[in-house]
């Protein structure tokens, strides 16, 4: 979700009212995924790097995620949202922790559409977090089935099928580096603020584009693997 400073910027507007309005478009974005068939979008709120920001700004972003997350919390019920947080959560404060924790279990029962946001995530520390997890067998190396159970909690988050960087920006940002193997990449100019259902839909027949092979030859690709995305990632920074 990448370009909330720069859209403010343009409007002769505070850094706060571009996370302000990326809100927004983080709402209409979670409306729209699941009428494209998506079941799992994950959005990078606030990176392991972003605590390098003044302490103010961190402090409104924060602020921004616990409202988000408290006061959508019965929208997303209603429309059979699942939502979770990855990412530390020792470094969060209490308030953000417990609203998190709320927002999970009211949330859980949600089958239309798992909505993840990242905050204070890094992809290469949450490797190696599941890479020192003590083995439950030491005599036998992990798969890589095993090794993505570890890492994301279930096999339904390991494979993410596409990336949406916004902003113009061209790079991963230590994001989901393990899950976005075989991802396809999007990468709009439009600033997240701006980023509208409309460009979501241009994504996706960006996607629908695309040859998938996963290394095979077409023939042998099944037409299931090359249908609609179900994994999606919106990317800040
Ligand atoms: C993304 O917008 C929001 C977060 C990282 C939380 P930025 O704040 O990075 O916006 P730009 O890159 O300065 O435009
Ligand atoms: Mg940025």
Not at 36 to 61: C, M, Y
Not at 95 to 116: F, N, Q
Not at 136 to 148: G, M, P, Y
Request: charged share 25%; aromatic share 8%.
């Amino acid at each position: 979700m990448d370009g909330n400073g720069r859209w403010a910027a343009q409007r002769a507007k505070q850094r706060w009212a571009g996370h302000a309005a990326g809100v927004e478009a983080l709402k209409l974005v979670v409306e729209a995924a699941p009428l494209h068939g998506i079941d799992t979008l994950t959005v990078f709120a606030f990176s392991a790097d972003n605590w390098r920001r003044p302490k103010a700004e961190i402090s409104q972003l924060m602020g921004f995620f616990a409202s988000f997350i408290g006061s959508e919390t019965a929208q997303l019920i209603e429309c059979g949202v699942r939502l979770s947080v990855i990412g530390r959560r020792d470094r969060l404060g209490p308030g953000i922790v417990a609203a998190i924790a709320r927002a999970e279990a009211a949330t859980a029962g949600g089958t239309t559409l798992h909505l993840r946001i990242a905050i204070d995530y890094s992809a290469r520390a949450a490797i190696l977090q599941a890479a020192n997890m003590p083995a439950a067998d030491v005599s036998r190396e992990l798969t890589i089935e095993e090794f993505s159970l570890r890492l994301c909690g279930d096999l339904t988050t390991s494979d993410v099928d596409l990336i949406i960087r916004t902003s113009g920006e061209q790079r991963l940002s230590d994001f989901l580096l393990w899950e976005v193997a075989y991802a396809e990449l999007h990468f709009t100019e439009r600033l997240w603020p701006d980023f509208g259902p409309q460009d979501l839909a241009l994504a996706l027949h960006d996607y629908a584009t695309r040859d998938r092979r996963f290394g095979a030859i077409p023939e042998q690709v099944s037409a299931v693997e090359c249908a609609e995305p179900k994994s999606l990632s919106a990317h800040p920074r």
